[in-house]
Structure formats: C-alpha cells, structure tokens
C-alpha cells in the first residue's frame, strides 16, 4: 500500500483509455464488454485510487445477494438497530445505505467514494421525520442515485457495512448500482439462503470475487435446523470445487425474525461470528491491512486478463465497422461504375427520351428534350442505388454491425434526391452553354445560335453515346470542330463529378450512423498502451 505518485497517475491515465473505449455495434462479447468496462471505471473511482490516496481509511464491507436473501435484515442485526428496510414484499433495496462509527463518518460524508451518488442524512432516531423518509423511500423511484449515511457508535470503529441493492433486481439500474457498489468494497460479504446458495446468481458473485482476488466472506443464511449440517457440507462442497473452499463462510439458522418479511433483529448470537470475523478485520493491524492490500492488489492483477479483454472487443468493433465500410463503399463504388457504363452505351437515351430525340425539332422542343433527358438521367441514378442498396441488405443479414450501424434506406427520398441532381447537373449545362454562345456572338458579331438548343444537344450527345451521333455532328457545325470538343469535354467532366456526387452522397448517409459511433483503432492502441506502463510502473 505504499503507493508513488506516478502509480497514480499511471491509474489516472488508464482510467481515460478505460473511459473512452466505446463497444456500440451488436457483436459477440460485446455486452460483455460493455458490462467489464462499467465495472472496470467503478472498481478505478469507487475503490482502487481512494484506498491507494488513503489506506488508512475504513475498511468497506459490502453486503449483497440476490433478492429475499436477508441482506438488511443482516446489517441491522450487526449494527444492533434498525439502519435499513428489509422485507420480502420489496422486490429491492432502493437506496444503499452505508452505515459507520460515528467517527468515521468524515471519511464517507464527502465524494472520496462512490462520487456520483448523493449523500442523503436522516433525522435522529425516533424522529417522526426519520420515519416519514423510510416510508416514502419505500415508494421512491429515484432513490438509486443516492447514498443513505447513518452513524451508530455501537458499530467498530474502522468498518462501515453497506447494504447494497438486490444483485438480481428487476430493475436494471439497481442492478447496475449492485454490481457498482460491490466494486468499491474492500470486504464483499456475500448472503445467500439455504433454497438458493446453488442459483448463478451468487455464482457468479463468487466467481468474480476470484478472479479479483477480492477479500470475501459468505453468509448461508435462513438454514432449518434439521438440514443445517447437510446443506452446510453440500455449499462447502460446492465452494472447494470451485476453488473457494479457504473462503470463510458462516451460517445462520431460520429464525421466527428472519421469517414473515423479516423486519426483526436477530439474536447477537446468530450474527456473532461474523461481527466478530469483521471486527478483528478492523481492529488488527495486521489483518486490516491484509484485507485491503489483497483487494487492491486483486484488482491491479485482474487488469492484467480485463485490459487485454477489452482490447481485442476494441479491435473486433474496429475490424466490424472496417468490414461495414467497405462494403457500402464497394456497393456504390460499383453503382457509379454501372452509371457510367449505362451513360457510354446511351441507355439514357431511351423511352420517352429517345422519342423526344425523334422528333426534335419538328415535334418536340429544347426544353422538352432537356426534361426528358434529365428524368433519363435521374431514372439511371435511382436504379443503381436502388442496386447498392440490395447488394448492402444481402450481406448485412450476415453483419450485425449494420443494424446500428447503417441509416436506413429510404427508396422515395434518394429518388428524389437523384432527381435534385440530375436537374442541378442540366442548369450547369445551360449555363456552360450560354458561355458559350455569348462568347460565339461576341466574335462574330452577329446573331448566334439559340443556347436552350445547344445545351439540348449538348445534353443528348452527352448522355445518348453512339445513338446520338447525329446530336454532336449538328453541335460541330453550329459551334465549329474546337468548340464543340472543348464544350463536350467540360460537360463530361461535369456530368462525371455529378453522377459520383449523387451516389457517394447517399454512401455517406448510409454509413454517417456508424461515424458518429467513433469506431476507431486507437481504442485498442490506447488500451494496450496503458496496461504496459502499469506493469512497467507496478
């Protein structure tokens, strides 16, 4: 316990790295890791830096288990009085209430742990205030963002208990809270009865305790006499073959004051050993200090197994959202490819298009041409992605990234988006072509040719291929060979810039969810980073 500045910081830094790590996108583990990080950020500011900055602070001993396993009526019984509610009709505890001696009240009353919980003090007892707060925390919806202070003198000095909510509550946020509060003790107290010490549950309480080396004691509570030494022998077993068996375990029996709702106090003997396991935890130097320092050093030693975890779920969110990417990219990649092949074989000059070629100029107008030619155009555009978009849903059935991941397609709006840019591309065309023209007349000082009528067939050798040979030729005449080449070549370019705008702005729509989601490498880079210098530091 004998810590160097530089170790915390060294904390401090891997805490930001722990802090910025994001696991979004649906995959395998992914929970997992999300559920690891929360724990990970909880054990850093609830307990490893306070108990490092303060080693000579009281010890913490957190009391949890899943629901109707007795665990208020548990601390009650240790502090001697009613410090918490208890009883079977709750389905949770609430509020966690921290009890402590009276001195030692300065160490909890600030933000040194659990920081973002509110402290809440209650009136003396026998206040009839203090009595009206229990009844309507028994009905409050927003306690789980307080933490309930009380003080006995009765209790040892250098040990506060904290009844933490229900492991297994119904509700998520008290869960959450559980699994929190368990993360900032220096002592786990783990209570389960004798219908349910074999659920996941405590299991996995248990099994988590190990892998952090944490300092732990069970309570089997609520045992009938006549079953207690083989329900006693059957948990023992269990414990050994988990790897647990050196764990101190103690066992109260069922009581008429652990029964009905268990709202009673139990006999001091009932509780005797374990207030005494706990008080020497506390009053020995000795002890105490091995009590906190095996926690701590638990928790450094998980970062070990936890740290690389984290890393390579980091790197299976970075490697989805690369595989996402790629795909989208390659989808419209391949629709700007299919226009530009459909525009060089005049599949645009088709339909009402070409039947407006036909016919000009006798039976149809500039103006008509351009508009069927731009709807031609806009059709192109909507199919092919309405073709990327296909091809995007045939492999997202495989990729669970692109349920979060991906916009939605929207088959009306890109319609209508593809028709903004096709019009937008024609009112540039005009406006290259009136250019044109103006310079044209400008030189020759006469009359010029009609710009609507050379940006129609600008348009139509543009976008009809070799069915519109005949468009380009009556362009050469009207402008000249050089003219005609240099106006040609910029309404390509433009039609060019245009087609892959159109499809590679709907590319980033699709994908703009998955950039805002800040999937990145540096995640996994900034992990690794921090787990060397703590074991190069440590």
């Known amino acids: 316990m004998d810590v160097r500045p530089r170790l915390l910081d060294t904390l401090s830094a891997l805490r930001g790295s722990v802090d910025a790590a994001r696991f979004p996108l ?11 990080r929360a724990e990970l950020l909880a054990q850093l500011d609830d307990y490893l830096v306070p108990r490092l900055r303060n080693p000579d602070a009281p010890l913490l001993a957190v009391v949890g288990g899943s629901t109707g396993a007795g665990k208020s009526t548990l601390v009650n019984s240790l502090v001697g009085r009613r410090v918490t509610e208890a009883g079977v009709l709750r389905p949770t505890t609430r509020t966690p209430v921290l009890v402590c001696h009276p001195g030692d009240h300065p160490w909890f009353a600030g933000q040194r742990i659990l920081p973002q919980l509110t402290r809440v003090w209650l009136p003396p007892q026998g206040d009839a205030d203090r009595e009206s707060y229990l009844e309507d925390d028994e009905t409050a919806d927003d306690g789980g963002a307080q933490l309930r202070i009380e003080s006995d003198p009765a209790l040892e000095p250098g040990l506060a208990l904290l009844d933490a909510p229900d492991i297994d509550s119904l509700i998520a946020r008290n869960r959450d809270l559980a699994a929190e509060l368990i993360c900032a003790a220096d002592i786990w107290v783990l209570v389960t009865t004798a219908t349910r010490y074999a659920d996941a549950v405590p299991w996995h309480l248990l099994r988590t305790a190990k892998e952090y080396d944490a300092t732990m004691v069970t309570v089997l509570d609520r045992v009938p006499h006549q079953f207690a030494a083989d329900v006693s022998r059957q948990y023992g077993a269990l414990l050994t073959a988990a790897g647990l068996g050196q764990v101190p375990r103690f066992t109260i029996p069922e009581l008429p004051e652990s029964a009905g709702g268990g709202s009673g106090l139990l006999p001091a003997t009932a509780v005797a050993a374990l207030r005494d396991w706990l008080i020497r935890c506390a009053r020995d130097p000795e002890t105490r200090a091995a009590a906190a320092q095996r926690t701590a050093a638990g928790v450094l030693a998980s970062m070990r197994s936890r740290m690389p975890a984290l890393a390579a779920a980091a790197a299976a969110q970075h490697a989805a959202a690369v595989r996402l990417v790629q795909r989208v990219e390659d989808a419209y990649q391949g629709a700007i490819e299919r226009v530009q092949k459909e525009i060089a074989a005049g599949a645009a000059l088709a ?9 000009y100029p006798a039976d149809s107008t500039p103006a008509e041409l351009l508009t069927a030619l731009t709807d031609s155009l806009a059709t192109l555009l909507r199919g092919a992605a309405a073709a990327a978009d296909e091809e995007i849903a045939a492999g997202a059935e495989r990729e669970p990234a692109a349920r979060v991941g991906l916009a939605p397609s929207e088959p009306r709006a890109a319609g209508e988006r593809m028709g903004v840019a096709a019009r937008r591309w024609r009112r540039h065309v005009e406006e290259l072509t ?41 362009l050469a005449e009207t402008l000249g060979a050089h003219g005609v080449l240099g106006l040609q070549d910029r309404g390509g370019r433009l039609l060019s810039t245009y087609v892959e705008r159109a499809l590679e702005a ?31 530091e440590r």
């Open 26 to 36: 649906p995959l395998p583990g992914a929970v997992r890791a999300r559920r690891s």
């Open 434 to 474: 009136e250019e044109e023209v103006r310079e044209l007349h400008v030189s020759e000082r006469g009359g010029g040719p009609d710009p609507e009528a050379v940006a129609a067939l600008l348009v139509t050798a543009l976008l009809g291929g070799r069915r519109a040979r005949s468009a380009g030729e009556t």
């Open 351 to 359: 339909g009402g298009a070409l039947t407006h070629w036909h016919g």
């Open 506 to 536: 709907e590319r980033d729509r699709r994908l703009a969810p998955l950039d805002a989601l800040d999937v990145t490498p540096d995640h996994q880079v900034r992990l690794i980073a921090a787990l060397s210098v703590l074991q190069k």
